[in-house]
């Protein structure tokens, strides 16, 4: 006879299976932790989570996470409005700020295109992209996309649609290891790669 968990544990452990980068072992690990940690702590965790769930929204303006209308990057007068870096997600862009060497403002795409996942350009925050270019003024987009297939696909596809508008396109340098995430690279290669940014050829 094979030993089983209870129910409501079997629950939580593949609740946790579901969180990205958690894998079976993961979740039960985390599981037994919270199970044995003190029933305060774990309903603050509760809380939060939901609290977060209900308050943060995605940013009108660019679609980073925000607790307010637009997100204190799109509230800052100080950026310059000329200059938007395209990202992926909103971790991407928070790599990025701690750099401390961008000043412009962002776009967050919510993920990359990606046709075996059935993922495409119009499942992305292109169009609104494409919008804010004129009403902004934009003259220059970064393409801050990761140094994968998706990411490399997703630039071209971009440098595609807004060439011909006359802006100026570019990416990243290759400061970063190719198949790498933004998230896990330190700042002062992040900050590098920014600066060494090239055109997009067609």
């Known amino acids: ?6 129910p409501p544990m079997q629950v939580l452990i593949d609740a946790l299976g579901r969180l990205p980068g958690i894998g079976p072992k993961s979740a039960q690990r985390i599981a037994f932790h919270l199970l044995k940690t003190d029933r305060g702590d774990v309903e ?7 609290e977060a769930r209900a308050l943060v929204r995605f940013c009108e303006r660019c679609f980073n996470f925000s607790d307010a ?14 200059t938007v870096c395209v990202v992926e997600e909103s971790r991407d862009l928070i790599a990025i700020e701690k750099t401390g060497q961008f000043k412009g403002r962002y ?4 993920g990359s295109i990606n046709p075996l996942e059935g993922v495409g350009p119009e499942h ?16 220059e987009v970064i393409v801050c996309t990761n140094p994968n297939t998706e990411g490399d696909v997703t630039a071209m596809y ?15 340098a290759s400061g970063l290891p190719v ?24």
């Not at 603050?44 to 939901?50: F, P, Q, V």
């Open 107 to 110: 776009h967050v795409l919510l």
């Open 179 to 202: 198949g790498g995430d933004l998230e896990y690279a330190d700042e002062l290669t992040l900050g590098r790669a920014l600066d060494g940014r090239r055109e997009i050829p067609d």
């Open 69 to 82: 209308e637009l997100c204190r990057v799109c509230r800052d007068e100080g950026r310059d409005s000329t």
């Open 1 to 6: 006879m094979s030993l089983a968990y209870t």
């Open 44 to 50: 603050r965790l509760a809380s939060s989570i939901l």
């Open 158 to 172: 971009l440098a595609r649609l807004l060439k011909p508008l006359g802006l100026r396109v570019t990416r990243i």
């Open 124 to 139: 992305l925050k292109i169009r609104e992209l494409l919008v804010r270019i004129g009403a902004e003024g934009i003259d």
